[in-house]
């Protein structure tokens, strides 16, 4: 079926610390990873995003890699900082060419001053 | 550029009631999609319009209905309102008909009495 599945479903680091978060899909035609993060009280923004013919992406202090084998991709935020704190929402493209996003259930990331 | 504006923000219905939430996309984007955000399920995807048709649905009850106009300006309806429908409704709009960045509205809160 659709599914998406996400852990941890919540995250404590210390400011300066990494965070791994981890995303498995079902569909193996996904061809599209990306990453949503909300703060408390605010919609929804894409902070990054990995197409199937990549295996890394990186944008400063956020990576995400992705093992197609596997069907697994992870987001990883490096030196993390108090405002890094939010939830954290992976997504797989199911159905082709099109914008049904699967989302993973999320996880809460806290990063601790 | 506006962004993804929906209306109403805020509403309360009571059980068996029927609800109309609309969403105007950002200028030029025709693709509109539709999600429901609860705490304990994450974001659902409920379908997604392009050009007017509806691309894709999710795996929601037949109470659950959307349309888009030719201004690509999109509504969902929710019909015969139950409990369990107490969530936020998010819209969220793309540049074209492939895969790519969606930008999220501010949601509309809806609270079933």
């Known amino acids: 079926g659709e599914n998406v599945e996400q852990h941890p479903s919540t995250l404590s680091v210390q400011e300066g610390d990494s965070a791994v978060i981890k995303c498995t899909y079902s569909?193996?035609?996904?061809?599209?990873f990306p990453w949503y993060k909300q703060e408390l009280g605010k919609r929804p923004q894409l902070i990054i995003d990995i197409r199937s013919n990549v295996g890394e992406k990186k944008d400063q202090r956020i990576a995400v890699t992705l093992n197609k084998t596997a069907k697994h991709f992870s987001l990883h935020i490096t030196e993390t900082q108090p405002e890094d704190s939010a939830v954290y929402f992976c997504?797989?493209?199911?159905?082709?060419?099109?914008?049904?996003?699967?989302f993973g259930t999320g996880t809460l990331l806290a990063v601790q001053p | 550029k506006a962004g993804v504006t929906q209306t109403p923000r805020y509403l309360i219905k009571t059980r068996g009631q029927q609800v109309t939430l609309s969403c105007s996309p950002i200028?030029?984007?025709?693709?509109v999609s539709w999600y429901q955000q609860t705490p304990g399920q994450g974001l659902q995807f409920l379908f997604e319009?392009?050009?007017?048709?509806?691309?894709n649905k999710g795996n929601f009850p037949g109470r659950f209905s959307g349309r888009q106009f030719s201004n690509s300006r999109s509504e969902m309806n929710v019909s015969t309102l139950e409990l369990g429908d107490s969530a936020l409704y998010l819209c969220?709009?793309?540049?074209?008909?492939?895969?790519?960045?969606?930008?999220f509205g501010e949601g509309s809160r809806l609270t079933v009495l």
């Open positions: 997504a797989a493209v199911y159905g082709g060419a099109t914008n049904k996003l699967i």
């Open positions: 200028s030029g984007h025709r693709s």
């Open positions: 319009y392009f050009s007017e048709t509806q691309r």
């Open positions: 569909d193996s035609a996904s061809n599209y």
């Open positions: 969220a709009s793309t540049s074209d008909g492939g895969t790519g960045e969606l930008f």
